[in-house]
């Protein structure tokens, strides 16, 4: 039967290190894309990050152990350091080359979707955002969003790590930097992509999306019922040599029915 594929794209930047969610909006992103690997039981999952571009973690597997081991090594000073910016479009584009490549997959591949899990603080432009999940869609992926975050937003502070020291993020001109849930951007996201936006604090739309994402393939339609008569349905080669099968069956039992004379003699006259 066909295997569903998913990839779950995390965003790693650094509005990820708000506190408005707990611990972090990272952490709770990881503890998101863990349920949705949990309920994905039978699909093959890919993992990514990304941030102002993106890193491929695996392509869809079914060694979902494998996958639960990389989330576990997802922290906060992995990425976000390094490539603060967030670029949701470079998300969709990585998740899309992961479920083009070729995998092993056990089977025919069923549906294909991907879940980006952020909070929408985006520093692409929105044509461009969009531009990407068309190009999902045109190869029949579809796109669902999570948003991580509160509205009402939170300063971030950067974990101290090797080669980096921590601290809270401000802006260029020194005040701390402040970030908030973009909502409406990641809606608009699913609702090209063909997909569902839930936040992550929101247990009934989250609920929802993931028993969307977990559910079984609808079933195949049924070949449409020939209607023809049955003689039409053979070519001409087939019916002919099945008639001279029949005659010759025909005659070899005629010939082996059929009573024999016995032959009569002739009388001599003397």
């Given at each position: 039967p066909p295997v569903d594929q998913l990839v779950l794209a995390l965003d790693v930047s650094a509005s990820m290190q708000a506190t408005d969610a707990e611990p972090t909006r990272l952490a709770r992103a990881v503890d998101v894309a863990r349920d949705l690997l949990a309920s994905a039981s039978d699909q093959e999952v890919g993992l990514l990050m990304f941030a102002g571009t993106s890193y491929p973690l695996a392509p869809p597997t079914l060694d979902h152990d494998a996958l639960s081991f990389?989330?576990?090594?997802?922290?906060?000073?992995?990425?976000?350091?390094?490539?603060?910016?967030?670029?949701?479009?470079?998300?969709?584009?990585?998740?899309?080359?992961?479920?083009?490549?070729p995998t092993d997959s056990l089977g025919q591949v069923g549906r294909r979707r991907i879940?980006?899990?952020?909070?929408?603080?985006?520093?692409?432009?929105?044509?461009?955002?969009?531009?990407?999940?068309?190009?999902?869609?045109?190869?029949?992926?579809?796109?669902?969003?999570?948003?991580?975050?509160?509205?009402?937003?939170?300063?971030?502070?950067?974990?101290?790590?090797?080669?980096?020291?921590?601290?809270?993020?401000?802006?260029?001109?020194?005040?701390?930097?402040?970030?908030?849930?973009?909502?409406?951007?990641?809606?608009?996201?699913?609702?090209?992509?063909?997909?569902?936006?839930?936040?992550?604090?929101?247990?009934?739309?989250?609920?929802?999306?993931?028993?969307?994402?977990?559910?079984?393939?609808?079933?195949?339609?049924?070949?449409?019922?020939?209607?023809?008569?049955?003689?039409?349905?053979?070519?001409?080669?087939f019916v002919l040599g099945v008639t001279a099968l029949v005659l010759l069956l025909l005659e070899s039992l005629l010939d082996a029915s059929l009573p024999r004379l016995p032959a009569t003699r002739t009388r001599r006259v003397a």
């Open positions: 990389m989330l576990d090594g997802i922290t906060p000073n992995m990425a976000s350091a390094y490539d603060p910016g967030t670029l949701g479009s470079a998300a969709v584009l990585g998740a899309v080359a992961l479920l083009e490549s879940v980006i899990i952020s909070d929408g603080d985006d520093g692409a432009r929105e044509e461009e955002l969009l531009a990407a999940v068309d190009s999902a869609r045109a190869v029949g992926i579809d796109v669902y969003a999570i948003g991580v975050g509160t509205e009402r937003g939170s300063g971030m502070s950067m974990p101290a790590g090797p080669y980096q020291l921590g601290g809270p993020v401000t802006t260029a001109t020194g005040a701390r930097a402040f970030s908030r849930l973009d909502a409406s951007s990641l809606r608009a996201l699913a609702d090209r992509g063909g997909g569902r936006f839930a936040q992550a604090d929101a247990d009934l739309d989250l609920g929802a999306l993931r028993a969307e994402i977990s559910a079984p393939p609808p079933p195949t339609e049924f070949a449409a019922t020939d209607t023809r008569p049955a003689w039409a349905r053979y070519d001409l080669p």
